[in-house]
């Protein structure tokens, strides 16, 4: 999809535009306007990351010296200031993927494309990640789209979403709005007994959805609560948390996964397919 929306593909049919672009006949005039953080590994391992994103600002029909200092600016504002020198070759996939953010932005874009930016991130690298596009929205007024697998981190980064499912969009509009339209649910910890106390909650009406030792029992009510607590006393179940549980994105996807008639734990079980 980003690559039609950016030109790189010509599309069979349909149409749109790109800040007033068409992507059918302008993608050359896209691809210099917004921002583009490819999946792939678009980096010359030959280069430093001062090079590389001094290159990707002289494509873009950067001065050289304004290109230079440019990307003496961004790498600093991605965290690669103490390595700008270092070949690329020699990098992380952490620092790897903050050089192709740093090349999007290099000539300040006011829409930055994101494919899968914490691809292969450790825990501390993702955060960065993350911290670092929301940092983007928030001080620099841009706008961020970017797919993902991973419904925690556009949740995190992202207002709006869009899912789409063999080529059609599926689902559209604003999380929140969206997290609102899911059913209310009681979560609770079972620590002991959570089969029993799952089977007497079935047994007497109650739908209830199982991750281990969480159970998120559909909410009808103060009744509901109270029939835990009933269910917890007859079975003996070592119930540590009650709580309302505030649905998200994840939830939202398994709605969707429901509706279509796909099977699914989570979003993680679309990795690796050829239809997502």
Not at 130 to 143: A, F, H, K, P, Q
Not at 164 to 178: F, N
Not at 255 to 263: D, E, V
Request: charged share 25%; with cysteine; aromatic share 4%.
């Amino acid at each position: 999809m980003f690559k039609c929306i950016l030109g790189l593909i010509k599309i069979s049919e349909g149409g749109g535009e790109v800040l007033g672009n068409d992507i059918v006949t302008m993608g050359p005039d896209i691809r210099s306007e917004i921002g583009y953080m490819a999946e792939y590994d678009s980096l010359d391992p030959g280069l430093s990351a001062v090079d590389q994103v001094r290159y990707a600002g002289e494509l873009l029909g950067m001065r050289p010296d304004q290109a230079t200092q440019r990307a003496h600016e961004v790498l600093q504002y991605v965290g690669l200031q103490d390595q700008r020198y270092r070949k690329i070759e020699s990098f992380s996939t952490g620092m790897k993927q903050a050089t192709k953010l740093a090349c999007a932005i290099v000539h300040d874009p006011q829409i930055l494309f994101c494919d899968e930016p914490t691809n292969g991130l450790d825990t501390s690298a993702r955060k960065f990640m993350l911290d670092t596009l929301r940092r983007t929205i928030s001080d620099g007024g841009g706008t961020v789209i970017m797919t993902s697998h991973v419904m925690e981190d556009i949740q995190g980064v992202c207002d709006r979403v869009v899912m789409l499912s063999g080529g059609k969009v599926v689902i559209e509009g604003r999380i929140d709005e969206l997290a609102r339209q899911i059913t209310r649910e009681i979560e609770i910890s079972v620590w002991g007994g959570a089969s029993n106390l799952e089977q007497w909650l079935l047994v007497n009406g109650h739908k209830v959805r199982r991750m281990g030792r969480i159970m998120r029992v559909e909410h009808n009510g103060d009744q509901t609560i109270t029939a835990i607590l009933q269910a917890a006393t007859e079975t003996g179940a070592q119930v540590r948390v009650l709580k309302e549980y505030e649905p998200d994105l994840e939830d939202i996807f398994l709605l969707i996964m429901r509706k279509l008639g796909r099977s699914a734990k989570g979003s993680s079980d679309l990795k690796g397919r050829s239809d997502s």
